[in-house]
């Protein structure tokens, strides 16, 4: 059976994104491997060990569109208000907090974040089938 075990975009900075991350969501560098033309760092946290997989090209000045082709990464928090709420703090502009229910029954309680290169964060509270 597969195993998922990271996810990559390609950022413009970063020590802007590792910052984001890190404030953000607690995301640490867990590694960084860095080649002639590109730099990787990966990210974790010991919620998961799933890592985010950052990819800066060198010599890149222009922002990385996401494209019509991303949707989102996810992460799950245990209380979404508070996370909402400290994220404000921080300045970092989350959308509204929003109930999402299906046939009558909350499926979800979330809101989405921007990254610094546009990519969107869903953060959503923790359980039922995002346990």
Not at 32 to 55: H, I, K
């Amino acid at each position: 059976m597969a195993k998922l075990v990271h996810s990559m975009i390609r950022v413009l900075e970063e020590t802007r994104s590792v910052d984001f991350y890190r404030r953000a969501f607690g995301l640490t560098v867990a590694e960084r491997l860095d080649f002639d033309g590109f730099t990787l760092v990966y990210l974790s946290n010991a919620e998961s060990g799933f890592e985010l997989e950052l990819t800066i090209n060198k010599g890149r000045t222009e922002p990385y569109e996401p494209g019509s082709g991303y949707g989102h990464i996810a992460v799950t928090v245990d209380d979404v208000d508070a996370e909402h709420a400290r994220l404000e703090r921080e300045g970092f502009a989350p959308r509204k907090l929003v109930d999402f229910q299906h046939q009558g029954q909350l499926l979800a309680r979330f809101f989405f974040v921007q990254d610094p290169d546009g990519y969107q964060i869903e953060v959503i509270r923790k359980g039922g089938r995002f346990g």
